[in-house]
Structures are given as C-alpha cells and as structure tokens.
C-alpha cells in the first residue's frame, strides 16, 4: 500500500478530513485523529485495540509495531509497502469505526 492508497482509502469514509498536523497528514472524523502518516512517507500510524495491535505486531513484526507515543492505547506503526490494500483498508475502517460518533457508525454500518 502506498500514502496515495492509504488517503483514498480514508477520505472515502464519511465526514474525513485530512488535515496537516506536526507536519504529517491526519486524517480524522469529528475532530479525532484515527490515521497519521507523512506524505510520501513509508509509514503510518493507524489507531487500535491493544489486542488487535498485539496480534498484528505477533502476525508481522518486520511491517507492525507499537507506535511510539500512543502504543499504549493500542495504535499500530504500519510499514506501509509490507500492508495489502485491502488488509489496509479494513484496518483504515476499523480505526474509524473506533473513532467515529455512535450517529455516524450506525448510518455507516446501515448502508453496508
């Protein structure tokens, strides 16, 4: 997966926003961070369970790791070129479902 395909991936979720923060891109739904990555970087920060962030990182270690800083509350650095497009996105998905306001993730998973 490269940043291109993470974006499109995030920005087709409901309410995203990217904004630039601490010269990353985030991307964020009801002004909460759920994705952080440098464009044209080769990692991201994606936001998780702890477990579902030990299973990855158990799965994978040389493409997932804790993220420094907020590995403590399950988030995941992503090797970006070791990640599927679509094990990227339902991770991206997941991020969100754990981010997005109740209203939001009941009309999303209704359309589904």
Partial sequence: MTFKQLQ???MALPEVEERETWG??????NGK?????????????????????????????DTFAV???????GWVRVRLGGVPVEL?????????????????LAKFEEAL
Wanted: proline share 5%; glycine share 8%; net charge positive.
């Fill in 8 to 10: 499109k991936l995030c």
């Fill in 24 to 29: 990353d891109a985030t991307f964020r739904v």
């Fill in 33 to 61: 961070i759920f994705v952080i990555s440098s464009p044209g970087g080769d990692t991201a920060s994606i936001k998780a369970s702890l477990d579902d962030q030990s299973g990855l990182v158990a799965m994978d270690p």
């Fill in 67 to 73: 993220a420094a800083y907020t590995g403590k509350y």
């Fill in 88 to 104: 990227g996105d339902r991770l991206i998905k997941n991020a969100w479902r754990r981010t997005a306001p109740k209203r939001l």
